[in-house]
């Protein structure tokens, strides 16, 4: 296996045909046997491999270069999405147009430089793999839930709790699924996934799911404004579906393929089998 190879298996799994822009070979490789894999892997995760004698490092989140620079283009994929759930296009654009430009001034600004030249310097071959994974994840979660309850139109979130808890997603991990925004007793109304955007579109973004219908938001993590202004629309819900266990669903999905190709694999940093 080659870093080529890695990344054709991630990008085939997520029925993508190209690399979106968080996603990307930061240093190739050739004969690959051993693989290094994490949620966040920096420089001293890339020292690690080298003393343990792996041949690659992948990383989930974007650490290195277009990865970072390029990072809020990957969400306009958050348009389509909000589209098949019933936000007009014109609105679902200018609603995520305000979070978009405030990550695209985070990602030119950033030492985008910092670990591609350390991974460079040791010569490790060094991947970022995010959106698809996220993708994997997404999907997966979904139609889950749509099995568990789109015949049944009075769900409650409790219920929605009650099956998150009953995965091996979730059991016995450290972060659990919580209610953010609504009460165990509120009803659920439509459900919808949203765990693979790049990251939080924001207040706008979410006050239009709501308006169009969506009843509860699932989703990785939360900010405070978001939360707030949730609360204060009255309208919808927010379930967190806890961040390290999803991101690892879609991650060990793209792991199993590497490990049935005969890569050797170690998960680490915030991965959880």
């Given at each position: 296996m080659n870093t080529n190879d890695l990344m054709n298996t991630a990008l085939k799994l997520a029925n993508l045909e190209e690399m979106p822009y968080d996603t990307n070979i930061i240093v190739e490789g050739e004969n690959i046997k051993k693989v290094l894999i994490g949620i966040d892997?920096?420089?001293?995760?890339?020292?690690?491999?080298?003393?343990?004698?792996?041949?690659?490092?992948?990383?989930?989140?974007?650490?290195?270069?277009?990865?970072?620079?390029?990072?809020?283009?990957?969400?306009?994929?958050?348009?389509?999405?909000?589209?098949?759930?019933?936000?007009?296009?014109?609105?679902?654009?200018?609603?995520?147009?305000?979070?978009?430009?405030?990550?695209?001034?985070?990602?030119?600004?950033?030492?985008y430089d910092r670990v591609s030249s350390a991974a460079r310097l040791m010569n490790m071959p060094y991947l970022n793999i995010h959106i698809p994974a996220d993708f994997i994840t997404e999907k997966i979660v979904q139609t889950r839930l749509n099995k568990a309850f789109n015949n049944k139109p009075k769900t409650k979130l409790k219920d929605i709790i009650e099956e998150l808890n009953s995965w091996e997603y979730y059991i016995g991990k450290v972060a659990q699924p919580v209610i953010r925004v609504g009460s165990s007793?509120?009803?659920?109304?439509?459900?919808?996934?949203?765990?693979?955007?790049?990251?939080?579109?924001?207040?706008?973004?979410?006050?239009?799911?709501?308006?169009?219908?969506?009843?509860?938001?699932?989703?990785?993590?939360?900010?405070?404004?978001?939360k707030k202004a949730v609360q204060e629309q009255n309208i919808g819900n927010i379930i967190i579906a806890p961040h390290m266990p999803s991101d690892s669903i879609g991650l060990l999905?793209?792991?199993?393929?590497?490990?049935?190709?005969?890569?050797?694999?170690?998960?680490?940093?915030?991965?959880?089998?």
């Amino acid at each position: 296996m080659n870093t080529n190879d890695l990344m054709n298996t991630a990008l085939k799994l997520a029925n993508l045909e190209e690399m979106p822009y968080d996603t990307n070979i930061i240093v190739e490789g050739e004969n690959i046997k051993k693989v290094l894999i994490g949620i966040d892997m920096e420089t001293p995760e890339l020292l690690l491999a080298k003393e343990l004698g792996y041949d690659c490092v992948v990383s989930h989140h974007p650490k290195a270069d277009s990865c970072v620079v390029d990072f809020a283009k990957v969400m306009d994929v958050q348009i389509d999405r909000m589209v098949a759930s019933g936000v007009p296009i014109n609105k679902a654009q200018k609603a995520l147009r305000k979070r978009q430009a405030s990550v695209d001034l985070g990602g030119h600004a950033s030492n985008y430089d910092r670990v591609s030249s350390a991974a460079r310097l040791m010569n490790m071959p060094y991947l970022n793999i995010h959106i698809p994974a996220d993708f994997i994840t997404e999907k997966i979660v979904q139609t889950r839930l749509n099995k568990a309850f789109n015949n049944k139109p009075k769900t409650k979130l409790k219920d929605i709790i009650e099956e998150l808890n009953s995965w091996e997603y979730y059991i016995g991990k450290v972060a659990q699924p919580v209610i953010r925004v609504g009460s165990s007793e509120d009803y659920a109304g439509k459900i919808e996934v949203l765990m693979a955007g790049g990251t939080n579109g924001g207040v706008d973004v979410y006050k239009s799911y709501f308006e169009a219908g969506v009843g509860t938001i699932i989703a990785m993590h939360v900010p405070e404004d978001v939360k707030k202004a949730v609360q204060e629309q009255n309208i919808g819900n927010i379930i967190i579906a806890p961040h390290m266990p999803s991101d690892s669903i879609g991650l060990l999905e793209i792991v199993k393929a590497w490990r049935e190709k005969g890569v050797e694999v170690t998960c680490m940093s915030g991965i959880v089998e």
